[in-house]
């Protein structure tokens, strides 16, 4: 079946630090892979977005994401965090009119 | 341009009772999706609508329906609420591929 999996639930890191998130996705081709950020009470806010050409796309906040084929990962990227990144995280891929969503990635931020 | 809007953002009801959430997609988009996003389960597909047309069905119970007007604006109902149905009801709006999310319904069913 088609799946998206983010295998870490809960991160933690320092502001300034650098962060990366772990996405990887199952399907038979190659899907339109997406990352969302959402804070507590809100709705879900698009970061990037990665459809075909260049695999490495920059997104709003400071954010970028690789896509690598060989890996069937799309992870989330950013040099230096902020305390206000602190938020939960989705990756999710397009399929047949619908976004398939990951469990999610909630990042903590210490200052 | 505006965002996804969606009415109202918090609903209490009780078991048994039927619900009716609201979404207005981003002027120019005609396709609207829900999604259900719960604690245990995360955010699962309901359904997506384009022109007035349902194309798309999550696994979900009949008691889960949607309609979709003239003027893009969506619905969802659900009838015979049970404890379960509590979660977060989230609309979106897509252009092509990219789909635009509301701020979400907090629906509690007590």
């Known amino acids: 079946a088609q799946s998206v999996t983010q295998p870490d639930i809960h991160i933690t890191v320092s502001e300034g630090a650098s962060l990366e998130l772990r996405c990887n996705y199952s399907y038979g081709a190659t899907p339109y892979l997406f990352w969302y950020v959402q804070s507590p009470g809100q709705g879900l806010q698009l970061l990037l977005k990665?459809?075909?050409?260049?695999?490495l796309v920059q997104g709003i906040k400071g954010f970028e994401a690789e896509f690598k084929r060989s890996q069937s990962s799309f992870n989330l990227r950013k040099p230096s965090v902020h305390w206000s990144d602190a938020a939960e995280y989705f990756c999710?891929?397009?399929?047949?009119?619908?976004?398939?969503f990951g469990t999610g990635t909630r990042l903590q931020v210490f200052p | 341009k505006a965002g996804v809007t969606q009415t109202p953002r918090y609903l209490i009801k009780t078991r048994g009772q039927q619900v009716t959430l609201s979404c207005s997609p981003i002027?120019?988009?005609?396709?609207v999706s829900w999604y259900q996003q719960t604690p245990g389960q995360g955010l699962q597909f309901l359904f997506e609508y384009f022109s007035e047309t349902q194309r798309n069905k999550g696994n979900f119970p009949g008691r889960f329906s949607g309609r979709q007007f003239s003027n893009s604006r969506s619905e969802m109902n659900v009838s015979t609420l049970e404890l379960g149905d509590s979660a977060l009801y989230l609309c979106a709006s897509s252009h092509y591929y990219e789909q635009y999310f509301g701020p979400g319904t907090r629906l509690t069913v007590t």
């Open positions: 990665y459809f075909s050409g260049d695999t």
């Open positions: 002027s120019g988009h005609r396709s």
């Open positions: 999710a891929a397009y399929n047949t009119d619908k976004l398939i």
